[in-house]
C-alpha cells in the first residue's frame, strides 16, 4: 500500500492508503476521496485549482515539468514546494510524504 497524508483547507489530516499500481492521479484520488478539489480542467494542467503543496517528505516525488511550472508560477501563493495534482502519479515515490490542499484558494 502506498501511504501518504493529506492536510485539508482547515488544516485537519487524514492518512490515505492506496493501492499500489492504480495508475491515478494525486487529483484523481483527492476527489475520489471525496475532498474539496475543483480540478478545473480535468487534469489538463492548465487551471491549478488542484494546487497542493508539500509540507514534509517529496523527496523522491518526479520533478516540476515545465508546463506545471508555467501554470504554477501564475499563483500568488505559490511556493517552491508547490504541485499540481493532477501531474502527481500515485506511486511509491509519494510514501511518507505531507501534502496540503491549496487548490481551494483560488
Known amino acids: 500500500m502506498i501511504q501518504f497524508t493529506i492536510e485539508d483547507g482547515i488544516g485537519e489530516r487524514q492518512t490515505l492508503e492506496i493501492p499500489e499500481g492504480i495508475g491515478l492521479n494525486l487529483m484523481e484520488v483527492l476527489k475520489a476521496s471525496e475532498y474539496n478539489i475543483l480540478a478545473t480542467c480535468g487534469g489538463m494542467a492548465l487551471c491549478a485549482t488542484c494546487h497542493v503543496e508539500i ?16 501554470i504554477l508560477d501564475t499563483l500568488p501563493s505559490a511556493t517552491s514546494c508547490s504541485r499540481l495534482a493532477c501531474q502527481l502519479r500515485v506511486d511509491e515515490t509519494m510514501v511518507g510524504t505531507t501534502f496540503k490542499i491549496r487548490g481551494e484558494e483560488h
Open 55 to 70: 509540507l514534509d517528505g517529496g523527496d523522491s516525488l518526479a520533478p516540476v515539468s515545465d508546463a506545471e511550472l508555467d
